[in-house]
């Protein structure tokens, strides 16, 4: 078995914020703490192999976007590694962030953010493969072209300004420029969140039809659990910086395994199935700041016994075969192990 | 599948009204929006008048003050309109050493064009420089640089511009460097602020996980971005650079009369204030007054038109 193209392993990312000096006054005198921690992604494990598409779902806040960042080389992890094609990713010489590689490539939710909003469509195409000496000028410029008109534009678009364009053509433009340098792995943050759901179902469209042309293997981000269904071939869902379940996309939306999982897919309204009402999670996803103790889950999940407010549930496979749960439920019950036992 | 794509780049086509945003349209739509203030082409006739006069003080002028041979002293103090020894009109008069006023202010104007530009360019490059390093690096550069600014921006610029120009000595060069250390904050400010706010977008993030090296994406992503609040701060700048001259000329430490600016032209005609030769500081000083008015209402003009409450 050939390694798989991306390993994160065992990733945590926090953020520290630095108290400014009047703050770290006010805190000594109050007796309080000040700045904090945000633990943004907790010990993350993940492998995709090569020609996947890889959901990571979860409410916004869960550390998703983090997640791509750190494998997109944006930020580097406070903890483990990001491997590829069996090479660690290296750090630069701060080790603040990664050497940042061409090899990945993100689209980003806001196409209305994403691209320069000075820079014509053709040369913001163009200047990465440029720069990184992909071709002569000429062979650039035509690739382009071919490249605007694979993800369903003309190439003449190339000499026109971002917001000569609509969302869903700004997308497809920031898709086109991503595959422009020929990337290994494709990082979607939310790619189609912020376009509307007829904009969405066409670059949905466009992604799968290129994912079947080029073989991409792709992290694809995503709050939307019916978009990440369409373009999956197996999902993790996260909940507050760490994967409590991973699955193949048909088999976990058929049967979720983690009560976090099952009030998710609760909670997404559905035609056709006669239900009338959904049942949002109660409560609120805590702060990342200060994490619960034990499964990060047990403050809103009714299934919640003594050993959930404890013990941090691992991500395990329980009985059925190729999926991963991190849940005391599905190993061995709720109840706290008693120690003399 | 297919059909989706198919039907889905018709309703993509870009409605075929939608003007190509070439760099000549864009000029034109600038300048369709100038033209609304007749205040504003007014202004911009104006400068373009005394630049023209200015850098065309040797054809234009009757005299050249610099050339002292050509100085009568018979001709000191002529009332403006008064015919001299040299056979033409002295339009605005001449000064105690009989040199031409009109002359004299348009070599003047020349020097102070000459002053404010380079000043202004200097001072919005390093600005430029400053601004946009300390808001992409972050952290400790820009802690530095801003704090340096911020004590800069505390003190009058005139006191900064005086202090300089006592520690270096008169002439040309002197003057620029004294200028572009008191204004470069101005620039180092503005630039700072827009670029933090740009520096946080999604473009600046993908053009640096592409990766594009980092004066790449200074340059060319983040520079272009915030030109537009700079070009207004540019103008009004410029002015107040020929403005400070001026006063630094008055007070006495700027330029040599030899070497008029308007500000030297304005001091040397304030020792007769008290007399009745009021034409000796009045001209220049109107001359100044309008140069400056009208470059800060060209700015104006430039700020409303940029500005994207006001956008069309």
């Known amino acids: 078995m050939t390694a798989p193209l991306l390993e994160i392993r065992r990733v945590s ?32 494990d993940l492998a995709v192999p090569q020609g996947e598409v890889l959901g990571i779902v979860g409410e916004s806040g869960c550390g998703k976007s983090t997640l791509g960042r750190v494998v997109s080389g944006i930020y580097a992890p406070s903890e483990g590694e990001v491997v590829l094609n069996g090479q660690p990713v290296a750090r630069d010489r701060h080790g603040a962030s990664q050497k940042l590689t061409t090899k990945v490539q993100m689209i980003h939710q806001d196409p209305f953010a994403s691209l320069n909003p000075r820079m014509k469509v053709g040369e913001t195409i163009g200047e990465g493969p440029r720069v990184h000496g992909f071709g002569t000028a000429a062979e650039i410029r035509e ?77 694809f981000i995503s709050h939307d659990l019916s978009v990440v269904r369409h373009v999956c071939d197996r999902v993790a869902i996260m909940y507050l910086g760490r994967v409590v379940e991973l699955a193949g996309a048909e088999d976990l939306y058929r049967a979720p395994l983690h009560p976090y999982s099952e009030a998710l897919f609760a909670s997404v309204p559905t035609l056709g199935t006669g239900r009338a009402s959904f049942h949002p999670i109660k409560g609120e996803i805590p702060s990342p700041l200060a994490p619960p103790p034990g499964c990060a889950f047990h403050p809103r999940c009714p299934m919640a016994g003594p050993r959930c407010r404890v013990e941090v549930p691992r991500l395990k496979t329980p009985v059925q075969g190729a999926r991963q749960v991190a849940c005391h439920l599905h190993d061995g019950g709720t109840q706290q192990k008693d120690i003399a036992a | 599948m297919s059909d989706t794509i198919a039907a889905d780049s018709e309703t993509l086509a870009v409605p075929s009204a939608a003007p190509r945003e070439t760099r000549a349209v864009r000029l034109r739509n600038f300048w369709a929006d100038y033209r609304r203030s007749w205040v504003a082409v007014a202004s911009l006739i104006v400068i373009a008048l005394l630049i023209a006069a200015s850098f065309g003080a040797p054809l234009l002028a009757p005299q050249d003050p610099y050339d002292m041979a050509a100085l009568d002293w018979m001709d000191a103090f002529l009332r403006p309109g008064t015919v001299g020894s040299g056979g033409y009109m002295h339009l605005l008069g001449t000064d105690n050493a009989g040199r031409d006023m009109l002359s004299a202010i348009f070599y003047g104007l020349r020097t102070s064009f000459v002053i404010g530009l380079t000043a202004g360019v200097l001072a919005l490059s390093i600005g430029i420089v400053v601004g946009l390093a300390a808001a992409y690096f972050r ?174």
Do not use: C
């Open chain 2, 139 to 312: 952290g400790r550069t820009e802690a530095v640089l801003m704090r340096v600014v911020d004590l800069q921006l505390s003190m009058p610029a005139i006191l900064l511009a005086l202090v300089m120009v006592a520690m270096l000595g008169q002439g040309v060069a002197q003057i620029i460097f004294a200028l572009v250390v008191a204004q470069y904050a101005y620039f180092a400010r503005t630039t700072h602020g827009a670029a933090t706010v740009e520096r946080g977008k999604d473009y600046i993030e993908a053009a640096r996980s592409t990766p594009l090296p980092t004066h790449r994406v200074l340059l060319r992503h983040l520079l272009p971005n915030v030109m537009p609040p700079l070009i207004v701060v540019a103008t009004v700048q410029i002015a107040s650079a020929i403005a400070l001259e001026a006063t630094l000329s008055f007070l006495g430490v700027g330029l040599p009369l030899t070497e008029p600016s308007l500000g030297s032209l304005i001091s040397n005609g304030f020792k007769y204030i008290h007399t009745d030769r009021y034409w000796l500081s009045i001209y220049p000083g109107l001359f100044l007054m309008i140069t400056v008015v009208a470059i800060n209402l060209v700015g104006d003009q430039v700020r409303t038109i940029l500005d994207p409450r006001n956008a069309r």
């Open chain 1, 143 to 219: 690739r382009t072209g071919s490249l605007l008109e694979q993800v369903g534009l003309e190439a003449s678009y190339a000499d026109r300004l971002p917001h000569q364009f609509s969302g869903g053509q700004r997308q497809r433009i920031a898709i086109a420029r991503a595959l422009a340098m020929q990337p290994e792995l494709l990082v979607l943050d939310e790619a189609v969140a912020s376009l509307d759901v007829s904009i969405q179902a066409q670059v949905l469209n466009l992604f799968t039809d290129l994912r079947r042309e080029l073989g991409l293997t792709a992290l």
């Open chain 1, 13 to 44: 990312k926090r953020f520290t914020r630095q108290a400014g000096l009047i703050e770290r006054g006010v805190a000594r005198l109050t007796g309080q703490g000040a700045g904090g921690t945000v633990h943004a992604v907790t010990d993350v």
